[in-house]
């Protein structure tokens, strides 16, 4: 079931959004909007706005499904690609196997994939091949 609020697709527990906490669609609380109800106009500039954080105790969010993966290593990158580079270690290392296969038949994409993906290591703009970023440890 989606929700109406965010899109989210839930799981039918509670009928409530495990995500923003609003009331799904098949909620006895959820009524359709009435169309003849007049709609207040918004904050003029110059007023405050009032915004109400959700503190529903029924809401909780799931944790991301990558989140009990550790990090990689930024400095076991660095020193695979430096050593192995042309092998593409280091990409099978980070969980990029299609790639490393690519870096060990082409030597590194004939030394340019190598040189590039040194410099990407050291600057920290290399990801796993989750997206999360590396790290020091």
């Known amino acids: 079931m989606n929700c109406r609020n965010c899109g989210a697709e839930n799981a039918d527990t509670n009928n409530v959004c495990i995500y923003c906490g609003q009331p799904l669609r098949g909620n006895a ?3 359709q909007p009435n169309p003849n109800q007049q709609v207040q106009a918004g904050p003029q500039v110059g007023q405050p706005i009032h915004i109400t ?8 969010p799931q944790p991301h ?3 009990n993966i550790p990090l990689k290593s930024k400095l076991v990158a660095l020193i ?3 050593l192995l580079g042309g092998l593409g270690i280091h990409r099978f290392y980070l969980g990029k196997a299609g ?7 082409t030597g590194g994409l004939f030394g340019i994939g190598w040189i590039v993906d040194i410099i990407l290591i050291a600057t920290g703009s290399m990801t796993d091949s989750m997206g999360r970023p590396l790290t020091w440890n």
């Open 99 to 105: 790639t490393g296969i690519l870096w060990l038949l």
């Open 29 to 31: 609380n959820y009524s």
């Open 65 to 67: 499904p990558y989140s």
């Open 53 to 60: 954080l959700n503190t529903n105790p029924n809401v909780n």
């Open 80 to 82: 695979l690609c430096v």
